[in-house]
């Protein structure tokens, strides 16, 4: 008998506030077509004043569990991915725990900037399949808009705010690929390539938040490389190839990359949920946001198989296989 980690629910949220492209038009020198052309970005969600990662994380968690048809005392643990805590200490996880009414089980954070949400998962997926939990609430949840240099138009425009949320159920499988759940994961780092893409502030070192600082298109060669590499190493894991796919879920950072991954893949675009060009990159939030925009669209549906895979600051990179 394998256990498996089965996906009984799935919500997002996203903050009222949208801002098109049109808006940097005022602040930065840039146009909408320059942001269109080489990102595929339309607009974002920017969180409003006084407005929380763990606020946006909760209400994506209620979501979640309201679409599971359980409530928070069914949840053994929450994983929440983010690099955007509300504070240093303690976990924005913790926060959201007692936001839900979740009073028992565990709850901590996970960094591993936009692909923190695979890397989440695949924590999600140990402590289930290793008894240590049966139901995990995963959540990716940002507030990028807080640690942008909106007078730097590389990156000012690239990123927005939201989050999603994902409740994984302990439930028994075959051990074959035909199983609903989380067939495989791969993941990996390299602190080597850290100049590439970092924020330039933090508890140890300057005592400030900081902000986002990135060399695109250097970051842009290693996603092209590395997201393809690691969806095809967790594909042979889970004892399946791409014409098994049915839809990649990506991380949403820019539409290049996604359409090149998706054609070293092999899979055409109508297999690719795409949801960049109305969210920008909301970092560990994108995948958990797709999937749930993606059930919403009736893209997803019970039975499919998905591949998601992110790359972000670290580098870190990776990818999980699960039958939805
Ligand atoms: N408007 C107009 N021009 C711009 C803008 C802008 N908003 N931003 C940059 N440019 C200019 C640059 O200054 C440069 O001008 P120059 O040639 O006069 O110096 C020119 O455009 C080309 O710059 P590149 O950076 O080479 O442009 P590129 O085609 O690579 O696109 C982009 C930039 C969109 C950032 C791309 O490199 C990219 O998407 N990179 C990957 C980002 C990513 O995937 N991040 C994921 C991880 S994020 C995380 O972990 C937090």
Known sequence: ???????RGVGHYLPERVVPN????????????WIRSRTGIERRHFAAEGETTSDLGAKAAEAALADAGMTAADLDA?????????YTFPSAATMIQEKIGMTTGFAFD??????????????????????????VMVIGAETFSRILDFSDRATCVLFGDGAGALVLEAAEGTGTP???????????????????L???????TTGTAGHLRMQGNQVFRHAVEKLAQTAHSALDKAGLTSADVDWIVPHQANLRIISATASRMQVPMERVVVTVQDHGNTSAASIPLALSVGKERGQIK??????????GGGLSWGAVVMRW
Not at 178 to 196: C, M, Q
């Open 302 to 311: 019970q039975g499919d198989l998905l591949v998601t895979e992110a790359i």
């Open 22 to 33: 049109s808006e940097f038009e005022a602040r930065v020198d840039t146009t909408d077509e």
């Open 78 to 86: 929450i994983i929440l991915a983010t690099s955007t805590a509300d």
């Open 178 to 196: 035909a199983d609903r759940g989380i067939l495989a994961t791969d993941l990996h780092s390299d602190g080597s390539y850290r100049d590439l």
């Open 198 to 204: 970092y924020v330039d502030g933090g508890v140890s």
């Open 1 to 7: 008998m394998t256990i498996r980690a089965v996906v």
């Open 110 to 135: 996970l960094q591993a900037v936009c692909a923190g949400f695979v890397f989440a998962l695949a924590n999600a997926h140990a402590l289930i399949q290793s008894g240590q939990a049966r139901r």
